[in-house]
């Protein structure tokens, strides 16, 4: 920012005195930079932030603020270390202890820490590490001797990068721990006022994602004691070995100040370790709330065209088509077999056929107060005489039974010899079957049809051929009744 050559020049400690005075102009400026993510300021920027901020000044101090932030007196007093003619325009870099001033006194302009500066700042501890231990050859040895000049300076340089370090990792967790308890905050207030909430979520979702990944991932690998470096030893296994090289050449107190410095540096993994985890769902969750409304709005968006197209044309000849094939809500319906119901119901019929299988049940308790055939003698019998036997009992048995129409006259009969034949096996139900094949009851008929179905014993599965137990005047009412199943041996 230029001015009249009559305005004078302040200081160094006034012209500090007035930016700090009004710390806006710098927090706009530190502001612009690190969105742009640049070390520099242009001057036409500073010149409309400080017009913009001396408009509800008095003339006088508006006139003091021009004077201060003007280019060539920020120049001369050092606040500004270099100017430079690029692309048309004038830049202006401000000393970094300055900007480091300013960020002290307002808490949401802490430096960010991106991978590139961790990168610098574990370098920087490398190379005072090999300098010690005598790895750096151009370099001369240190003489580890208080007054050496160069070993005193060196050490002085060395424990004000570490104090940069520990500052500058509290600064940014404080800040990111800050930023991660406030996430749904945010969002909340958001939802409740009149703005437009999903471009808010997604610019807000965009920003947090870039954050975690230039901020928090790097500064937490960073701290990580475990974490393997590619180019050498992490930031601990650094600071041990420096360490180790002042405890070696008799320079305990200096030791245990790295390692103190190191303690403070493990300490700060847990916080954001806990940033990154509500980060991370936060993230997540938030993902998934945008591909959900994405996709609610494009199905809405299918079925509003879908509309509008049948309400522009005759109803009576044309519907919604293509929606359940293009949505997919019903795929593979069809190849999915159906629950089937046990037809339970109120009608005379039911209650008929109901009575007549509690009456036929009853009258076979009756008549079979005890098992037909006994435990032991079942039909795997290599004695033909057993068998025959077996077989004459469970004749008599079926003789004595009162069965009446079925549509599934084998699982008829399976429920019944489960109950009345002790040591009851499939082979019972066939000689069974096989016997009211040619020995029907009067009056009735047994009709073979080609729908199979299935029995199972334990972990076997019997398939069979539906056969229908029907009246010879072909009434089958009653049969129709008797609720459609699956049959379980067990």
Known sequence: MSTDSTLQRFNALETLRILFSHPEVMYACIREMDQQGER??????LTGYVRAYSAKLSSKESKRLRIAFDAENLYRCNVVSDREHRRNESRLYFQDSVIAAFRLTHVGLYEAVTDVKLIRLLTGLRESRDRLTGQKAPMPALSFVDTDPDYTEFVEDLFEQLSGLVGLMRSNILNLEDMGRNLEAMSADASRKNTDFDVYRQTLFEQIAHIYNRQVIPVMNFLDHRQALKDGTNL???LDEIARAFSINGRQPDSDNVAK???SLSGMFRPIQQVAGQTSRYLHKTRRAIL???AMESFYGDLVKDLRENVQSDMRGKYIRGVPERLNLFEGLKRRQRPKSYLLSDTKAYYDTLLSEMEARIEDARQLYRPIIQAGEIGFSD?????????ERLYAWLRQCHLRPSRDIVAALHYRLQDWVEGYTFVDLLTAFMYLQQSTPP????ITTNHRRYLREQDEFHI???SLLIRDNGDAQSADNEPERTHDGQ
């Open 464 to 466: 069979y051929r539906k």
């Open 236 to 238: 601990f296994q650094t």
């Open 261 to 263: 410095v190191a303690l």
């Open 40 to 45: 520099f300021i242009r001057e036409l920027a």
């Open 383 to 391: 004695a033909a005489a057993q068998r025959q036997q077996r077989a």
């Open 292 to 294: 959900e409304q994405n």
């Open 443 to 446: 009056g009735m008929q047994i």
